[in-house]
């Protein structure tokens, strides 16, 4: 099992810029891809972005592309999320989730170990 702890999140204004890291422990050597996903209140959870951890490999969703960027260090095992010209609309609680084989990296029920979540909230 992997353990994911996330940090980075807070409150910026409409155009600025957060960064966000997630933090791998235990079987690290076993996933196959990371991935960021958000869910703001009343809404489901959506897919941001996502990176193979072998090829480098990234994947976004249309509302992010050119805002945000997908890396990782993976000496650290870690994975980042950059987050720019942010806008109202990207306030949520941002999850980061591991998978362990390939498959389709936007679908969150392809994802076996997730953390507990950082609060963006942007403020117009």
């Known amino acids: 099992q992997v353990q994911l702890v996330e940090s980075g999140g807070g409150l910026v204004q409409a155009g600025g810029s957060l960064r966000l890291s997630c933090a791998a422990s235990?079987?690290?050597?076993?996933?196959?891809?990371m991935g960021w996903f958000r869910q703001a209140p009343g809404k489901e959870r959506q897919f941001v972005a996502a990176i193979n951890w072998i090829g480098g490999n990234t994947y976004y969703a249309d509302s992010v592309k050119g805002r945000f960027t997908i890396s990782r260090d993976s000496a650290k095992n870690t994975v980042f999320l950059q987050m720019n010209s942010l806008k109202p609309e990207d306030t949520a609680v941002y999850y980061c989730?591991?998978?362990?084989?390939?498959?389709?990296?936007?679908?969150?029920?392809?994802?076996?170990?997730w953390g507990q979540g950082t609060q963006v909230t942007v403020s117009s």
């Open positions: 235990g079987r690290t050597f076993s996933y196959y891809a």
């Open positions: 989730a591991a998978q362990t084989y390939r498959s389709a990296p936007a679908y969150e029920n392809n994802y076996q170990s």
